[in-house]
């Protein structure tokens, strides 16, 4: 079964300083893997997916199979950047798995 | 936002009485999934629908139910709700054609007191 790991649930950081928010995968295939973003009371948003290997928002996310990781990054966090991240997975069906989400907290 | 809306938006209901939750959309697209969204536990899948009357349940099932009669609207219902059901439910779709990616309603929150 597939599966996706969040390991912090908070991410405190200071304005300018890098930001990497980490996600594991357990997947024997080959996923496909999204980050979707949360402002605050918000709907879900799609942030990145992996596939289109792009950067929104100064954000980018490199997926390691042999890691199994897709972590997502910034060299240099925003204010405006404090939100709800989620990595999801998906397994080539039609569902989404989704990590248990880390809070990013940018501090001035 | 992808032409996805949800009614209603906040809801304070009491333990045992039965609840809907409507997901609306405007673009006919064949995917629609229901989601809680609880502190730690990220987003669950509820159930989800392929189609007209076409529906299968996610991993948190149990207490709710839904029903697909038009393209456009994906009900769930809370048949007697309960206090662990206080949560934040989010519908979303996935496009098609296109990738996996799914795009999510504004949610509703849902206090059962």
């Known amino acids: ?108 | 936002d992808a032409g996805i809306t949800q009614s209603p938006r906040h809801k304070v209901t009491e333990t045992g009485t039965p609840v809907t939750l409507r997901c609306h959309q405007t673009e006919n697209h064949r995917y629609m999934y229901w989601y809680r969204q609880d502190p730690g536990h990220g987003l669950r899948l509820i159930h989800y629908s392929y189609g007209v009357k076409d529906t299968d349940k996610g991993e948190v099932s149990d207490g709710y139910s839904v029903s697909r009669s038009k393209t456009e609207d994906f009900l769930l219902t809370l048949e007697s709700a309960t206090s662990s059901q206080t949560s934040v439910y989010f519908c979303a779709i996935k496009v098609s054609p296109g990738g996996y990616e799914q795009y999510f309603g504004p949610g509703t929150r849902l206090t059962v007191t």
Not at chain 1, 2 to 23: D, M
Not at chain 1, 63 to 80: D, I, V, Y
């Open chain 1, 1 to 108: 079964a597939q599966r996706v790991t969040q390991p912090e649930k908070l991410l405190s950081v200071f304005k300018g300083a890098p930001v990497e928010l980490k996600c594991n995968y357990s997947y024997s295939g080959s996923p496909e893997l999204f980050w979707y973003v949360q402002y605050s009371r918000q709907r879900l948003q799609l942030l990145l997916r992996h596939i289109s290997r792009e950067s929104i928002k100064g954000f980018t996310a490199d997926l390691n199979k042999g890691e199994t990781s897709f972590h997502l990054k910034k060299p240099f966090a925003q204010e405006e950047d404090s939100a709800m991240y989620y990595c999801a997975l998906n397994n080539a069906g039609n569902m989404l798995t989704f990590g248990g989400g880390t809070r990013l907290m940018v501090k001035p």
